[in-house]
């Protein structure tokens, strides 16, 4: 409905221009006519009034004047000395009767024009212009262009409104697949537009609901794999909450009921043993055997309680519980050079120093049991917003499969550590070995 209004608007102001240009250039040639048949006009009765000053009589004036008649767009008066009227010129015979419009005839009309030739026997010639038929020629050239231009303006409006509908009929089939898209109907499409345009927008349409159809399926798969990993990373957590919470409870069972069972039995088997006149040599050397096998399951289960959960961290502290680590493993590996180097000085929350504690334990056993090294070195520093830790060794590197499905403890750490907000690190060392960096800030341990 705009595009035809401003159709119509620009074809009737081009009329309008086109209208005015018309009457502009009537209006010059009515007054170069007027003024140029005054001009004949005014020789010809200077001439008769000339030969009137030579001796003509005024009959003869009268008589030449009848015989001429009407100058072309010009009124001829002759009049007495007494100021009657002698003679008139007739009326003109072109379109006699009619006359343009008042309105029209000021606005073409020229300024009047007037001469008066005086006579030698007292007697007036008068010439005036008079312009009514050349305006009203040029009223009916107006006209009949008025009427030219409302049939050719209504003809070409009525053309131009039916192609614009035309080109435009596709528009609302358009504006109803996107409302159909904006509200979530991401399969429908287009059907085959007529016309070149309307094919093109179509194509371009069904081409664009496409994409938005794949890249909302994309996304919605994209959430769903985001949620499914989000519970699976909460099923892990809760997994890895509930095997510490079962670690902590066989390590106190182990130290608490175990140990003190293995060391009754012990202490029996050797007050057993230790009775000269009591049982016979054969049971006396059964209870030595007896004590040192549960001498044995002792050192065994100390050995497997901070592998479980070391009960010392909450007594003792990280770094005294890291210390007890690395000796009992120097006992175990003495040709390995392990250093330790600790600068703790804050309350770390048990989260935080448990994923220490885990950090240093997985990179100090990852590193004797598979690297073959020849020193180990451990340090642990926080400073007063995060602690940092790192384990180092010149063994044999990385393996070219280490972060390949089933390697759950290096992956395991680091998703600790992620949860605590930190950063966890694996790389090979240049020339040789590995280094094993974790950070964590210790605001963590409020969140933990």
């Known amino acids: 409905m705009h595009l035809n209004l401003v159709v119509a608007s620009l074809s009737a102001a081009f009329v309008a221009v086109l209208l005015i240009a018309e009457l502009q250039s009537a209006r010059a040639s009515i007054r170069e006519e007027i003024t140029a048949a005054n001009r004949v006009a005014a020789q010809l009765l200077g001439q008769l009034a000339a030969l009137e000053r030579r001796g003509s009589r005024p009959e003869m004036v009268l008589e030449f004047l009848e015989e001429l008649g009407r100058v072309r767009a010009h009124d001829i008066t002759l009049l007495s000395p007494t100021g009657e009227e002698l003679y008139r010129s007739p009326p003109s015979t072109w379109k006699a009767g009619r006359y343009a419009p008042g309105w029209f005839d000021r606005l073409l009309a020229p300024e009047e024009l007037r001469q008066r030739f005086d006579l030698p026997d007292g007697s007036t010639l008068l010439l005036e212009a008079d312009a009514s038929r050349a305006v009203l020629d040029a009223w009916d050239a107006f006209a009949w262009l008025v ?38 109907e991401l399969g ?72 003190q069972s293995v060391t009754a039995i012990r202490s029996l088997a050797a007050a057993i043993a230790a009775q000269p006149d009591g049982p016979p040599e054969k049971t006396r050397e059964t209870a030595r055997l007896i004590a040192d096998e549960a001498g044995r399951l002792y050192d065994a289960m100390h050995g497997l309680i901070p592998r479980l959960e070391p009960l010392t961290l909450d007594t003792l502290g990280l770094g005294e519980t890291l210390e007890n680590l690395v000796r009992d493993w120097q006992r175990r590996c003495p040709t390995v050079a392990l250093s330790a180097r600790y600068s703790i000085d804050c309350d770390l929350g048990h989260s935080v120093a ?95």
């Not at 596709?170 to 904006?182: E, F, S």
């Not at 509930?242 to 130290?255: G, M, P, V, Y």
């Not at 290096?410 to 974790?438: I, K, M, N, T, Y």
């Open 147 to 184: 009427a030219v231009a409302a049939v050719m303006l209504v003809a070409v409006n009525g053309a131009a409104f039916w192609f614009v509908g035309r080109a435009l009929e596709p528009i609302p089939v358009i504006v109803d697949g996107l409302a159909r898209l904006r509200s979530g």
């Open 354 to 448: 448990l994923t220490i504690y885990r950090v240093v334990q997985e990179g100090l056993i990852n590193a004797l049991r598979h690297a073959r090294p020849s020193a180990v070195e451990i340090d642990v520093s926080a400073d007063g917003d995060r602690i940092r830790v790192t384990v180092e060794d010149d063994g044999c590197g990385l393996p070219p499969d280490w972060a390949g499905p089933g390697r759950f403890g290096l992956r395991g750490l680091a998703d600790r550590v992620e949860r605590l907000d930190g950063r966890f690190e694996v790389a090979s060392r240049s020339p040789r070995g590995v280094r094993l960096a974790a950070e964590i800030p210790l605001q963590a341990k409020e969140a933990a």
């Open 188 to 259: 429908f499409r287009l059907p085959p537009l007529e016309g070149t345009e309307a094919k093109v927008i179509g194509d371009a349409f069904n081409a664009m609901a496409e994409a938005v159809e794949d890249k909302v399926k994309a996304e919605r798969k994209a959430r769903e794999a985001e949620l499914k990993l989000e519970e699976r990373r909460e099923l892990g957590r809760l997994i890895e909450q509930r095997i510490e919470e079962e670690r902590r409870l066989i390590a106190h069972e182990l130290h608490d009921e175990l140990g």
